[in-house]
């Protein structure tokens, strides 16, 4: 299909789970906001301060006060990677939803290929990474972990590590994603998989960390990582539990077209132009 008759969605939400990222928080909304105005008028920006104990929060308000299609959530206290990406999933309103970390390892500006991408016959792009900007031991680390999981669970994508994803909102109106922790990319992307959507993927580019410090990669995180691991592939592969629902269409109903059913998130906090008084929930 040649990029003049394609069909692009309408509405983009971009958000970032963001944890101790004070550093680099306000050039990453920045970027998005300049690059998804670029791509659409509908847009929106959302931030998920997942508990963090440096300025991040700070950092995130003011970028909300800044630019009024910038929403930030904060959770009081850490939740873990799975739950910041689950709470954006669930907070986003808008047909597409593009996704990176808030850490600048990744060019947000770079979600304008993803986009392109986003065609009628595809429903979620997944980037991989051109070359991987880590230290060595990290480099050695992902590569098993790469080879492992496609291995084990039956992959196709290059780079399931890869958190630089753009996807329908629909996805979510069948695929349930239950983990807090990191091993909740590997469960979304088997479960998206095995759902039967569509996948497109491509190459982005990676960057060294300029602020902070990785939160997986110490001893103890990746032992636990690789329990979690285990106990996913017996719940998803042994056990066959995709927990995702039937096809809507194959019923003869319409997926529906509102927000995803949102759980209680009575500890987190929204900001921005259209969130509620402080103290309210995102529910």
């Not at 390892?105 to 051109?130: C, F, H, P, S």
């Not at 960057?207 to 939160?215: D, E, L, N, T, V």
């Not at 629902?245 to 900001?271: K, Y």
Request: aromatic residues 10%; contains cysteine; glycine residues 8%.
């Amino acid at each position: 299909m040649s990029p003049s008759s394609r069909t692009r969605p309408v509405g983009l939400s971009v958000f970032f789970p963001a944890y101790n990222d004070s550093g680099t928080i306000a050039s990453m909304v920045i970027a998005a906001v300049r690059t998804a105005g670029r791509l659409t008028p509908d847009f929106e920006v959302l931030v998920i301060d997942d508990g963090s104990t440096d300025t991040t929060a700070e950092v995130a308000d003011e970028m909300a006060r800044l630019y009024p299609q910038v929403r930030v959530i904060h959770h009081s206290r850490n939740r873990g990677y799975g739950g910041a990406l689950k709470t954006g999933f669930s907070a986003a309103t808008k047909e597409v939803i593009f996704y990176t970390d808030g850490d600048a390892q990744y060019d947000a500006r770079e979600m304008a290929r993803l986009w392109e991408k986003m065609t009628d016959e595809v429903d979620l792009v997944n980037g991989y990474k051109i070359s991987r900007s880590d230290p060595l031991h990290r480099r050695v680390v992902g590569r098993i972990y790469h080879h492992l999981v496609r291995l084990f669970f039956g992959l196709k994508v290059r780079d399931v590590d890869c958190d630089f994803r753009m996807m329908r909102r629909s996805i979510f109106d069948r695929v349930q994603l239950e983990k807090a922790s990191g091993v909740i990319c590997l469960e979304m992307m088997k479960k998206i998989q095995d759902a039967g959507f569509r996948i497109a993927e491509v190459p982005v580019h990676h960057y060294h960390r300029a602020y902070g410090k990785s939160q997986f990669f110490n001893f103890a995180r990746v032992g636990r990582t690789a329990v979690d691991v285990l106990k996913l592939w017996w719940e998803l592969v042994v056990g066959r539990d995709r927990t995702y629902l039937p096809d809507p269409a194959a019923r003869g109903a319409r997926p529906s077209s509102g927000p995803p059913p949102r759980g209680t998130a009575d500890d987190s906090v929204p900001t921005g132009p259209d969130a509620a008084s402080p103290g309210a929930g995102t529910s």
